[in-house]
């Protein structure tokens, strides 16, 4: 079937275009023909496979579009797994390879497998006899299975493994994190569905405290104080939705959305100038800082293990999203491959975001004063105790940020009467260990081009001397990277390092190099020993900036197969190449997050600690390009 003579009911409009229910059940129908997905297989991953930059900058409006998606499948009852290439267009199966876990990793684990946890755990001898000298129910405990990674078991090689917590709930309402049965851990095979091992290291009390923030008489009385506050736009918004295309003021892009990154932007540009063809999250990763016998294996990949917005959360009027709001839903396909809509998982508005300019002259007499608003583009996903918002935001003098809102509840362990030098005690015997969340972003730049460079820019102190006698000066120092290797970069707040994108074809006014500026928040990367597992697998995590030549194959920075991968896949595999970036067409990836060591002030339910970047134009306009912005009132101009 050539793509013309594409399937009934399959859209084709644009090769970025949203997935459809359609387009689900079109993968799901040639597998099912080609043999692949049997009884027994199960999807365990599937997102769009997008098109190479090329052709979707080259595509015109009614060009045939081969709408293709890649959806990786397990077989549960032998733990084989193919990662494959459906056009949903045709119906062909484009490719299949079936994965080596040893060497790939495993695919993610699946909410299939989830459901069996307690039931595995529950036919254990050892699981059972743990419990029992703790005093405790079987039936009141809630198994949590996390994913394992890979340590010194060689019998766990090639096996689909997690290893399992247990929770105490004392009633159907109780929140089970605020018991946890400390000291005891259990290794399952999720194919052979039996228990490895059962470690139990220590008998710890079982914390009694309460974590139902949402019960009443533990919250107690609600504030009665605070006045209702109404977002309105009498006249609508100032954007327009066409599927999944926006345009808001200058700006002009599409959305997408996937399982394992959530929200995408595409094809972001500001008054006709490119800027940003594709930018995500496309990993994070939070390793645990307790090296005790039961927890020192606590890292966890919320994307490439457990394809984090999945789970992502139908957004609520005047509860998640405030205002003038339009809704976007997304589609994703269940562990049988049928396909799933989450109502509501995008959300879009405009905000007013305080003074954008502002100045009263005292020669000229004049005051002028120009509010700011941002476009923002928003999804929220839990994914187990921790539940995150991911918000881009642009502006209207050009900038666009990344905002991440983490709440949720904290991972919980007893806390000893002896303390705990890796955990801070949130609640009488209940302790939060020790923590970082760190993302990568995937910012595919397109500054005026795609040809682009990137610079290192810095703050230098210039010593006193015959051309500086009184000792102020400084200034700027850039450095072009012009490799993969020398592009591997910490960020360094004390001379306010920063990564300029320049387009070296293009120049401004000035004559210089017109580009767009990163600027880091400056806070840690990895802290943990070079030498340990997780940092062998997040290798990504412990710079801010890498960058690397553009090739649509290269998508996530831990690779394709994090779960049980033994590491060096993802971007330390790439730059080993050391291709040359000066003018040409590169990929951005930026490590950012928080290092979190928990206050008691974050329990039951933590209040939302934020962590992002900020992209500004430097040099891309001659000139303020929010001059134009109207006075909001007669009073300001």
Same mark, same amino acid.
């Given at each position: ?6 399937? &009934?009911? +399959?859209?084709? #409009?644009?090769? *970025? ?8 059940? %079109?993968?799901? @129908? =040639? /597998? ?75 695919? &993610?684990? +699946?909410?299939? #497998?989830?459901? *069996? ?8 001898? %050892?699981?059972? @006899? =743990? /419990? ?506």
């Amino acid at each position: 079937m050539t793509i013309a003579e594409a399937r &009934p009911g +399959i859209a084709v #409009e644009h090769p *970025l275009g949203m997935t459809t229910a359609a387009e689900v059940d %079109a993968v799901r @129908a =040639a /597998l099912v023909t080609a043999g692949l997905l049997t009884e027994t297989v199960r999807f365990a991953f599937f997102a769009p496979e997008e098109p190479v930059k090329s052709a979707v900058l080259e595509h015109h409006d009614g060009d045939a579009v081969d709408r293709r998606f890649r959806a990786v499948l397990l077989d549960l009852a032998s733990g084989r797994s193919w990662d494959t290439v459906v056009s949903a267009t045709s119906g062909d199966v484009v490719s299949s390879r079936e994965l080596d876990p040893p060497v790939d990793g495993q695919p &993610p684990i +699946i909410d299939t #497998e989830f459901e *069996l946890i307690e039931d595995i755990l529950n036919a254990e001898p %050892a699981w059972l @006899a =743990a /419990l029992e000298k703790r005093g405790i129910a079987p039936a009141s405990v809630r198994a949590v299975p996390l994913s394992a990674g890979v340590y010194d078991y060689p019998g766990e090689a090639g096996r689909r493994i997690v290893r399992a917590f247990g929770f105490q709930q004392d009633h159907e309402r109780d929140h089970p994190w605020a018991h946890p049965i400390d000291g005891l851990v259990a290794y399952v095979d999720l194919t052979a569905r039996s228990v490895d091992r059962v470690i139990d290291e220590a008998v710890l009390p079982v914390p009694s405290t309460s974590g139902n923030f949402d019960d009443p008489e533990f919250v107690g009385p609600a504030r009665e104080t605070l006045r209702p506050i109404e977002i309105t736009q009498p006249e609508g918004p100032s954007f327009s939705v066409e599927g999944n295309r926006i345009r808001w003021e200058k700006w002009d892009l599409r959305v997408g959305f996937n399982e394992r990154e959530g929200l995408t932007l595409h094809q972001i540009s500001f008054d006709g100038r490119p800027i940003v063809y594709r930018a995500s999250v496309a990993e994070m990763v939070v390793p645990y800082a307790d090296p005790s016998p039961v927890r020192f294996w606590q890292n966890y990949f919320d994307c490439g293990e457990y394809m984090f917005a999945r789970y992502a959360d139908s957004l609520q009027l005047g509860c998640d999203c405030l205002g003038e709001i339009h809704y976007l839903d997304a589609v994703i396909a269940d562990d049988l491959g049928n396909p799933k809509t989450i109502t509501n998982a995008i959300c879009m508005h405009e905000e007013d975001h305080g003074i954008l300019w502002k100045h009263s002259d005292m020669f000229t007499g004049s005051a002028e004063t120009r509010r700011q608003r941002r476009m923002v583009f928003s999804f929220f996903t839990p994914i187990g105790n921790y539940d995150y918002g991911f918000y881009w935001y642009l502006y209207l003098d050009g900038t666009i940020q990344l905002e991440v809102k983490a709440t949720g509840i904290v991972f919980t362990a007893a806390y000893p009467a002896g303390g705990n030098d890796y955990s801070t005690e949130v609640a009488p015997g209940l302790g939060a260990p020790y923590h970082q969340h760190l993302f990568s972003a995937r910012l595919d730049m397109t500054v005026d081009g795609v040809r682009n460079a990137v610079e290192e820019v810095e703050a230098e102190r210039v010593p006193i001397g015959p051309d500086n006698p009184y000792g102020n000066a400084f200034r700027q120092r850039r450095t072009r990277l012009t490799s993969e290797s020398q592009a591997q970069r910490s960020a360094d707040g004390s001379i306010t390092r920063a990564w300029h994108i320049v387009n070296p074809e293009k120049q401004n006014a000035m004559g210089q190099n017109v580009g767009y500026v990163l600027l880091p928040e400056n806070k840690a990367t990895m802290l943990a020993d070079d030498a340990s597992s997780i940092h062998a697998r997040a290798t990504f995590a412990t710079k801010h900036l890498w960058v690397t030549r553009y090739d649509a194959a290269e998508r996530y920075p831990a690779g394709d197969f994090v779960n049980q991968n033994a590491g060096g896949a993802g971007l330390p595999a790439w730059v080993a190449a050391d291709r040359p970036l000066d003018g040409e067409d590169v990929v951005v990836w930026h490590t950012f997050g928080t290092t979190h060591f928990p206050r008691p002030e974050d329990w039951p339910v933590m209040p939302v600690d934020y962590t992002g970047f900020t992209l500004k134009p430097a040099g891309f306009f001659d000139r303020n390009p929010a001059l134009d912005v109207p006075g909001a009132a007669k009073s300001c101009h």
